[in-house]
């Protein structure tokens, strides 16, 4: 697609429930982030994919994160158990290369998904 | 490990001024530093970027920064604000030295807001 289409764009959960983020980036674009955004805050990051190798997840907050890209193209982010802590805008963002080369890249956000739990 | 600061919480400004949101960054090596602009409901978008060359970088509508090693700065300016210039403002930083991906770290942000 033209750019980077997150869903839901809201979801309220109750304490505990389990919720699940979809991205889907732009398409050929080889690197594939996940940043949690709260209110009056930078992005923070959670988790990196190169293809569908997820090359970095040292953001994630705990083990209830959990994120997988298994065909290198779309994405999901599974929150379990959600927490109120966990209200945030989770934001996806793609660009077109990976590695060492791809410093110069410019990251495309989708419009992100905001979280809010009860 | 990488960091950026933006020391301003909000920056007021009269419509026609000029208008500076300051940046400053640690990195270990020779950064790549960019800046984003995030308008309510929406998600960040692409302003401008230095990677090397000229310190002064010209990005979209009519931004532009200034890459100050000495003072390991990344400042962004523009001649003449507008009121649809309203909005949240984050700069990052890149350290290409950091391995083999290139993990963009980000300001907490500072929020502009022009007056007509």
């Known amino acids: 697609g033209a750019g980077v289409s997150q869903s839901p764009r809201y979801k309220v959960a109750k304490r505990g429930q389990d919720v699940a983020l979809r991205c889907d980036p732009i398409?050929?674009?080889?690197?594939l982030f996940w940043y949690q955004q709260a209110l009056g805050q930078g992005p923070e990051f959670l988790t990196y994919?190169?293809?569908?190798?997820?090359?970095?997840k040292s953001g994630l907050p705990s083990d209830r994160f959990f994120a997988e890209r298994p065909e290198g193209s779309v994405s999901t982010l599974k929150i379990q158990r959600t927490q109120q802590e966990d209200s945030a805008v989770y934001l996806c963002?793609?660009?077109?290369?990976?590695?060492?080369?791809?410093?110069?890249?410019?990251?495309?956000f989708g419009a992100g998904s905001r979280l809010t739990v009860l | 490990a990488q960091s950026v600061a933006q020391p301003e919480d909000q920056v007021n400004v009269a419509e026609g001024n000029p208008l500076t949101v300051k940046c400053t960054y640690s990195?270990?090596?020779?950064?790549?530093l960019f800046w984003y602009v995030q308008y309510p409901n929406r998600g960040l978008q692409f302003l401008l970027k230095?990677?090397?060359?000229?310190?002064l970088v010209k990005g979209s509508y009519g931004f532009e920064a200034e890459f100050n090693k000495s003072q390991t700065s990344f400042h962004l300016k523009k001649p003449s604000a507008l009121v649809s210039d309203s909005a949240l403002y984050f700069c990052?930083?890149?350290?290409?030295?950091?391995?083999?991906?290139?993990?963009?770290?980000f300001g907490t942000g500072t929020k502009l807001q022009v007056i007509p």
């Open positions: 398409s050929g674009h080889v690197s």
């Open positions: 963002a793609s660009s077109a290369d990976g590695g060492a080369s791809s410093g110069a890249n410019v990251l495309t």
């Open positions: 994919f190169q293809n569908e190798a997820q090359l970095d």
């Open positions: 990052a930083v890149r350290d290409p030295g950091s391995g083999g991906y290139q993990k963009v770290t």
């Open positions: 230095y990677i090397t060359g000229d310190n």
């Open positions: 990195v270990s090596g020779n950064p790549y």
